[in-house]
């Protein structure tokens, strides 16, 4: 491809939302590829190394990340300086057990509108029970972000939504859906024409969808760094307190959501390490790089180890 030739001028590599790459296959292919990078430029007669920035409101610890971020040179770490900008934000966080499947002892005293919450000696669903607190607390909001964990639930949810208002309340948006009906729900969130929004991951990192002002997390976050990216797309400008509310289903999850909420408060997320030796990453990288033209084999892995997933690479 003559593609390659355009990326010899480039001076600056933004890594934006880092901590998605870190712990992946993904991240150590793109590093690789920011070394081949480097290669391609210093052939153009680019003396300058690349200026790499890396941008996250959650990666932990800092120091594997900036390792990860500015490979290596002769064998040692580049130096990157870290710029820990993070202060603790308030968050308005509220985690709510709905009433059904609870002993009317612990349940709350005051009612859901809508609920269904029978205690006679059987268990009732706890689905309307969640539908309608959804919609309760989606009426003092113009926009509203509801995360599930599974592309299922977010389609059953939003058509829950919308059938138990009678209107259009709600859209699905997660990998599934087209890319062109994506950014048309992202559009109508956006401009306030959708009330809300029901999402996956899909929705966890720093897409465009206008202000939010509630984000609902139905079940406990699948991590402290994930609820934080979430319940975070609340009220986000400066001066701003993120507004979550965390719907537990049950009990057992109930003692999750505590777990995670408490951590997402004191700002601890997950410490996250880069792979160390992918093979099939660097099998996939050798024939890319071969397939350019002829690589004596010592250049080859000197240039694969200034990458730092590949760093203690033996040459066997």
């Not at 010899?8 to 590093?31: C, N, Q, W, Y």
């Not at 309608?132 to 972000?145: N, P």
Request: proline content about 7%; some cysteine; overall charge positive.
């Amino acid at each position: 491809s003559q593609a390659r030739e355009v990326l010899a001028a480039v001076d600056t590599v933004i890594v934006d939302e880092i901590h998605s790459l870190v712990p992946t296959k993904r991240g150590a292919h793109l590093f690789v590829s920011l070394e081949r990078l480097e290669e391609l430029r210093r052939r153009a007669g680019r003396k300058a190394p690349l200026q790499r920035v890396g941008l996250s409101a959650t990666q932990r610890p800092l120091d594997e990340v900036a390792r990860l971020l500015g490979g290596l040179e002769d064998g040692k770490p580049r130096p990157v300086r870290i710029l820990d900008a993070q202060e603790k934000k308030p968050l308005e966080l509220v985690v709510r057990m709905p009433k059904a499947g609870v002993r009317p002892e612990e349940a709350e005293l005051d009612p859901i509108p809508g609920g269904s919450a029978i205690f006679g000696g059987r268990t009732p669903s706890i689905w309307p029970e969640i539908h309608a607190l959804i919609l309760e607390r989606m009426a003092g909001h113009r926009t509203t972000m509801i995360f599930v964990n599974s592309r299922r639930l977010a389609e059953r949810m939003a058509a829950a939504l919308n059938e138990l208002s009678g209107k259009e309340m709600a859209l699905a948006h997660h990998g599934s859906v087209a890319r062109e009906k994506r950014a048309e729900i992202e559009d109508r969130l956006k401009r306030g024409d959708l009330p809300a929004i029901v999402a996956t991951s899909s929705l966890e990192l720093g897409i465009d969808v206008g202000s939010v002002d509630l984000v609902i997390q139905i079940e406990a976050p699948p991590s402290v760094a994930s609820g934080l990216q979430r319940i975070g797309r609340a009220c986000h400008q400066v001066g701003g307190t993120p507004r979550g509310l965390v719907v537990p289903k049950h009990r057992g999850d109930l003692v999750a959501a505590a777990a995670v909420t408490e951590r997402m408060r004191r700002g601890m997320v997950e410490e996250s390490f880069y792979p160390r030796n992918p093979l099939d990453v660097l099998a996939q990288q050798v024939v890319a790089a071969v397939a350019d033209g002829d690589v004596g084999v010592d250049a080859l892995y000197a240039l694969m180890r200034r990458a730092a997933p590949f760093a203690e690479l033996p040459r066997s």
